[in-house]
């Protein structure tokens, strides 16, 4: 039976460099204080207008998105899914603020400008085209650390998605994370990620130390803060065009890619491997590929992070009581199969990831779907299957 086309309002953002003159820059500035000043707060913006007059000289919608960020920080964190909300220093984050578009204040003009409220029209880069058909719902303005300007433009359109039918077995590859290379196929192949950190890590460090000696506040201070900034920029940028293009390629070559739940912040903070574990990007890489396969119709198939991947032998299914994190090659004593590590676990979530798939297919066909369609999304699964 043919999939059926299912039509679904979706939201895609499309970030652009700005090039704001002096009097835009003094106004943007204005404006990350008076919503930076307002997120602090936990009233309406409405009721320190009278006593705070200069916050009426920015937008006014910056300054209620900010209070429904914070109601939405406070919502999140008495639901047990985040920190107490932060308060926000000027000497500290990113400064941003978030506008919406109401009746066309928010439109590109001629390629070359943005036309923002309060502020009019910025000089902007377009490197690609948003398409017609897609409607503006809101914009982000934000300033790096090292000091250039962007702006993220949420747009809303209708796309039609065919969800993949019943997936063939060499449609589905497994992922199993490699600190070194970023991860290892079931194939056997192996990402090759540069580790972009590690190889500016040398340059960093001396341009940190020289930043630790200049005076606190000083004009030396700030452009080598500056300097310091763009190093790490760079860095960032490199890291993410690279899990792009690696996603992206992916997505394109396979209909389901499984891989493992793991808690990357935990693994961050333990067995000083945090250096590591954040140069190679895994969770901003997998957000990647979650997204990209979504929009073609395809699934990310996420494991349990109890699932013995590395321990079990993917011959005979025989599991090791013990495996430490130093041992890259291991010998079945059932089989004597001599194992690569990241290898055997990368089959092994590729197998456990198809019997989640089969498993999802079999309930979706006792409920009478005779079709067996396969939504696009995530499939989570938090302890070992007994399939």
């Known amino acids: 039976m043919k999939a059926k086309v299912i039509k679904i309002i ?5 970030r652009f460099r700005l090039y704001p003159n002096k009097a835009q820059r003094v106004i943007f500035a204005k404006t ?98 948003i398409p017609r058909s897609y409607n503006i719902k809101s914009c982000t303005i934000s300033q790096s650390p090292s000091g250039k300007y962007y702006v993220s433009i949420l747009t809303e359109y209708e796309a039609d998605i065919q969800p993949v ?29 540069p580790r972009y950190y590690r ?30 900034a763009k190093l790490h920029e760079k ?38 491997l945090g250096k590591s574990v954040f140069d190679n990007g895994w969770g901003m890489f997998t957000s990647f590929l979650n997204y990209k396969l979504e929009d073609k119709g395809k699934v990310l198939v996420k494991v349990g992070k109890w699932y013995p991947s590395s321990k079990t032998c993917s011959v005979c299914g025989y599991e090791k009581e013990e495996l430490t994190l130093d041992i890259r090659e291991w010998e079945c004593p059932n089989c004597h199969t001599i194992h690569d590590r990241d290898i055997n676990a990368a089959i092994n979530i590729k197998r456990q990831g198809l019997r989640m798939i089969s498993h999802e297919f079999e309930n979706r066909g006792a409920h009478g779907n005779s079709s067996l369609i396969l939504s696009a999304g995530v499939l989570l699964s938090e302890k070992p299957s007994l399939l």
């Open 10 to 14: 979706k939201y895609k953002a499309y």
């Open 32 to 129: 990350f204080g008076c919503a930076r000043f307002i997120y602090n707060k936990s009233n309406t913006p409405a009721q320190y207008k009278s006593e705070f007059e200069w916050l009426n000289e920015v937008d006014s919608l910056a300054l209620a998105n900010a209070q429904l960020n914070l109601q939405r920080a406070f919502k999140n964190f008495f639901q047990h899914q985040t920190e107490f909300p932060k308060f926000k220093s000027k000497h500290r984050g990113d400064k941003s603020y978030t506008t919406n578009n109401q009746n066309g204040s928010i439109r590109i003009e001629d390629g070359k400008y943005i036309k923002l409220p309060k502020i009019g029209l910025v000089r902007i880069k377009v490197h690609r085209q």
């Open 165 to 193: 039918k019943v997936i063939e077995e060499d449609k589905v590859i497994g992922l199993d994370m490699d600190m070194k290379n970023l991860f290892t196929d079931s194939q056997g192949k192996r990402a090759g990620y």
């Open 199 to 228: 190889k500016m890590q040398d340059k960093l460090s001396k341009e940190q130390r020289k930043l630790s000696k200049c005076v606190n506040g000083s004009n030396n201070y700030y452009k080598q803060k500056r300097v310091v």
């Open 235 to 272: 860095i960032a940028n490199q890291r993410r065009d690279f899990l792009h293009k690696l996603s992206d390629r992916i997505a394109n070559d396979y209909d389901a890619v499984c891989i493992e739940d793991l808690n990357m912040k935990a693994m961050g903070q333990c067995l000083n």
